[in-house]
């Protein structure tokens, strides 16, 4: 069972520059949650600050009821334990195969034998699709292959949370699919607590039980999918909708010269569905021959009440 992750009060600065302030909110133990935000509004700040490895200025991060703002370096170490981290661009060592890439934390963290790790590399190769491309060098296969190889690396250590820094970047929508049903896939099989950044709508409205949206340096709103899928919330709607009305401007945020014109050009109705409809999207389920745990069979029985 994964670990709850509860945030409170969170503020993080870099010199005057305020990232983002006062957020709060709660990753449920073995949820998914996604974490959205136009760009520059610290999405990749807040992971990294999860990690301990930046340090926001105030609030708490308590980790299996740990508050890791107060950990020194050498406990974080051990609270950086229950991470796996899958980074943008899958972040493997160029020169060596996948096979060494996803043994490299076993053999830098653990005093396994060689034949252990062997049997835990091939089972992630396996869980994500790779077998037969153990002696692939990075640069030898596409975009998906590398994401894979980073989760499968990011699984070794069986990990109690999972944190996936814009998994879907750079793929294309049918590679984005296929990686959308694996992260549901592994949930259902490793049920730790997930967190996905992403820009990708899509990917938002299916895959999560909670989505969060920075904007403002605040989090405008966290909670299940249903409740921020059916917000009225203009940046809310704006972002799941991908609109260009709505309080989100190009370079962040419209002013109020900005926003007025815009009233007079689409018609100054006041109906919030120009910004986009609030509406359900039928929820991503593990596929055929995944186990489904309770919580996911509970899941799979409301939605197909739903359909
Ligand atoms: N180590 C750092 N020192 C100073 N400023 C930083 C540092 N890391 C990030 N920032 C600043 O914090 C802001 C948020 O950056 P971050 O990468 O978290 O945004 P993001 O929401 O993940 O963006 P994107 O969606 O484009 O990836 C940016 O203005 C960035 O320049």
């Keep these: 069972m994964g670990v709850e992750i509860c945030v409170e009060g969170l503020t993080k600065s870099f010199g005057d520059q305020v990232i983002w302030q006062n957020v709060s909110l709660e990753l449920p133990a073995g949820e998914v949650s996604v974490m ?168 938002a409205r299916q895959v999560p039980d909670n989505i969060g949206l920075l904007f403002r340096r605040e989090l405008v709103m966290f909670g299940p999918r249903e409740k921020l899928l059916t917000s009225n919330e203009p940046v809310v709607r704006q972002f799941l909708n991908g609109r260009m009305r709505g309080p989100i401007g190009m370079a962040e945020e419209k002013d109020a010269a900005t926003m007025a014109r815009e009233a007079v050009h689409f018609g100054n109705d006041g109906a919030v569905d120009s910004v986009g409809v609030a509406e359900m999207t039928p929820r991503l389920l593990p596929g055929p021959g995944i186990n489904r745990p309770p919580r996911w069979q509970a899941i799979a029985e409301y939605e197909e009440g739903e359909r």
């Design 36 to 203: 959205l935000g136009p760009s520059g509004t610290g999405k990749s700040v807040f992971l990294k600050s999860l990690v301990g490895l930046l340090k926001p200025e105030r609030g708490s991060i308590r980790i299996a009821g740990t508050d890791i703002t107060k950990l020194r370096e050498h406990d974080l170490y051990e609270v950086r334990k229950l991470f796996g981290v899958l980074f943008q661009d899958g972040a493997l060592f160029g020169s060596m195969n996948l096979y060494d890439n996803i043994a490299f934390p076993l053999r830098e963290h653990t005093r396994k034998q060689e034949s252990a790790i062997r049997k835990i590399v091939l089972e992630k190769m396996d869980m994500v699709g790779l077998i037969g491309a153990e002696d692939k060098l990075p640069g030898e296969i596409s975009g998906g292959m590398r994401k894979r190889a980073g989760l499968a690396r990011a699984l070794v250590l069986d990990p109690e949370i999972i944190l996936f820094d814009e998994p879907d970047s750079g793929l294309d929508p049918v590679r984005v699919a296929y990686l959308n049903q694996l992260i549901v896939d592994l949930n259902a099989q490793i049920d730790a607590t997930f967190l996905i950044v992403t820009h990708d709508i899509a990917s």
